[in-house]
């Protein structure tokens, strides 16, 4: 009965690499959501996906930023030429269908960039 | 868009006072979650509202929501040191799943 499985938990990058963060859904869960948790401030939503589709990105920067929910395995979320302001948690939360209640979190994933 | 805002933005009680959060909506809510994050950790799920009026309650931790669906308050009674934590209500903005959320009330419970 694994919840949402988010890896890796901590996370290093130099300006400019690259970061991928994970998250494997709830089993039976299509819909993933994914949060920006900047030091002292709010959880900020980013971007919400089904299988294969973005449903709503409205919260994610322009550039440098995509994520992914393919058919098979977890969904991705990508930052390239990651700057200092992108150090922050990045939570993954799932839920099983539209307007289906509580949001299911995963622990999150640290991104610190030097 | 819609806005939640929280107050206080911090407390803290001596252990075994009650204390009451309070989450404000700029428009009315579809429903409003409360949810708790230790440090470090992520979030866990408390209750969820969506009837004006309704009113919850799991163990010491009661949340209500008001008849015009614009206020939420999270009320703890007796506190104890295991209820610190950083308390978040979050709202379905538009009965599409996605969950907005206010800025958090830090919950500091001292022995």
């Known amino acids: 009965n694994a919840g949402v499985m988010q890896n890796p938990r901590h996370l290093v990058r130099r300006r400019g690499q690259e970061a991928r963060l994970r998250c494997s859904p709830v089993k039976g869960h299509s819909h993933v959501y994914w949060y920006r948790q900047l030091p002292e401030e709010g959880l900020k939503f980013m971007v919400y996906l089904q299988k294969e589709n973005i449903i709503d990105e409205s919260g994610m920067p322009k550039e440098r930023f995509s994520a992914e929910f393919p058919k098979e395995g977890p969904s991705i979320l990508r930052i390239q030429q990651v700057v200092r302001g992108d150090s922050a948690a990045y939570f993954c939360?799932?839920?099983?269908?539209?307007?289906?209640?509580?949001?299911?979190f995963g622990e999150g994933s640290r991104l610190t960039v030097l | 868009s819609q806005e939640l805002e929280q107050s206080p933005q911090s407390l803290i009680v001596q252990e075994g006072k009650n204390l009451t959060i309070n989450c404000t909506s700029s428009?009315?809510?579809?429903?409003l979650y409360w949810y708790k994050q230790k440090y470090g950790e992520g979030l866990i799920f408390l209750m969820m509202l969506q009837k004006g009026g309704e009113e919850k309650s799991h163990e010491k931790i009661t949340a209500k929501l008001d008849e015009k669906k614009q206020q939420s308050s999270l009320h703890i009674t007796a506190s104890q040191p295991s209820h610190a934590g950083i308390y978040l209500c979050g709202a379905d903005e538009n009965q599409g799943g996605k969950l907005i959320f206010g800025q958090g009330t830090e919950l500091s419970v001292k022995p």
């Open positions: 428009k009315t809510l579809y429903g």
């Open positions: 939360a799932s839920s099983p269908g539209l307007a289906a209640g509580e949001l299911f």
